[in-house]
């Protein structure tokens, strides 16, 4: 049956059945002659509400959000934060301002004029690259850092092996983000600052202390006895 314009819903239809072939008419109308590429909300031949409702959702990228968030050994407060950055949730400047709270939009952690977004702290900022940059070198890895989406990409995809150097790589990863967002709410809040000598140096203990209680890290954990250069 052709999708047209003029699709006849029946005056007696209950409120969901006219919402439903409305939809079906939005998707036949506009939706697909705005956005030749998107994806039909087809199944078998039938119109499908489950594929509808997904194309309409925020879409993420197809990574292994578990695996980063329920990793051996994260600490707790730095899952929380893993998962709100996973989620695009954290309360970045851009999102404050939606809620219509009022605060200096400048990123305080590298200062460059630039409202402060989620993708600008990760890793756009030259501050939080500066971070993860020495984490991955302290690791043995020289790789061009990508922007939030690539590096969840890329970790998603290492984490799923659950070798001792991918969990490690995803333990420094959440401590990343985590130390990233406290440091930026210390700067914006509190006006306190850190070296990032001694914030590297506290994401290198705090992989040291947990390590004590993971038997297979030991042999890596041994390799990475020195702090990781600035
Ligand atoms: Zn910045």
Known sequence: ???????????????????????????????????????????????????????????????NLKSLVILQGPIPRHQFIIWLALHQRLSTVDRLRKWGIQVQTDCVLCENVVIESHEHLFFDCGYSQHIWAAILQWVGLNRDIGYWHSEVEWLGKKVRSKRPWNVILGFLFTATVYHVCMERNNHRFNKQKKTFESLIRDIALQLHIVGQ??????????????????
């Open 1 to 63: 049956m052709g999708l047209g314009r003029d699709m006849f819903i029946p005056k007696q239809s209950s409120w969901i059945v006219r919402k439903i072939i409305a939809t079906r008419e939005w998707f036949s109308t506009v939706a697909i002659s705005v956005i030749p590429t998107l994806q039909l909300p087809i199944k078998e031949g039938k119109y499908s509400i489950k594929i509808a409702y997904g194309m309409m959702l925020p879409q993420y990228p197809k990574v």
């Open 213 to 230: 209680k993971h038997v297979r890290w030991a042999l890596c954990l041994h390799r990475l006895n020195r702090f990781p250069r600035v």
